[in-house]
């Protein structure tokens, strides 16, 4: 596993607590990629777009097999650069361009998984060099230094480990009250006081 310094975020899930009325946030998880003492990243991974992976590789001048076209995997990462890509994977594999997450995961915001999910055979096939899981954004979330502690003392935020499970197998409308129960909470039961005496 790679080291990550206490105290941050990184490879845990950000649940949107259900007085966070943020529009870009509301009954959100967002997967964090990064956090340190700079800031924190990550995407957002229950905000499915009405846009299929057939429709995103003939943007990028790919050609979708057949066995991915109506596939819908494509989610609002966040309200930051929604017009640049990202694939949240595993296995971490070689790519031009990858945020390590862990040593399974990691996030990358190149062309080239794009293309290698384009030319692989479907995914039963051991000649199938993509990867096994993986979700893509449009965009991410990000937090300047010490912002997303203030927020969490705020009470908008709950967080926890990532559960691949969750992260990459659980049906999307499933993953905030999935990502909750994890720590043992209905989050339908909270409110914005928790907390607070």
């Not at 105290?7 to 967002?30: E, K, R």
């Not at 299929?52 to 790919?62: A, N, P, Y």
């Not at 990858?98 to 479907?122: Q, Y």
Request: charged residues 20%.
């Amino acid at each position: 596993m790679r080291m990550v310094e206490t105290g941050y975020l990184t490879n845990q899930f950000l649940i949107a607590m259900p007085n966070l009325l943020d529009p870009s946030f509301f009954h959100s998880v967002t997967y964090i990629c990064e956090h340190n003492e700079h800031g924190a990243m990550g995407v957002i991974i229950n905000q499915p777009l009405e846009l299929t992976l057939g429709e995103l590789m003939e943007q990028l001048g790919v050609k979708a097999p057949a066995h991915l076209r109506d596939k819908k995997t494509i989610y609002q990462g966040g309200p930051v650069s929604v017009e640049r890509g990202f694939v949240l994977h595993r296995p971490l594999g070689q790519w031009e361009s990858t945020l390590p997450v862990t040593d399974e995961i990691g996030l990358t915001s190149s062309n080239d998984i794009i293309r290698s999910m384009a030319d692989s055979p479907p995914e039963n096939s051991s000649k199938n060099t993509a990867p096994q899981d993986y979700l893509i954004t449009l965009g991410y979330a990000g937090w300047g230094a010490g912002q997303l502690e203030a927020e969490i003392l705020e009470n908008s935020w709950l967080s926890c480990e990532a559960n691949p499970e969750i992260l990459f197998h659980t049906e999307p409308e499933l993953r905030w009250e999935a990502a909750a129960s994890l720590i043992g909470v209905n989050i339908h039961q909270l409110t914005g006081e928790a907390g607070h005496a």
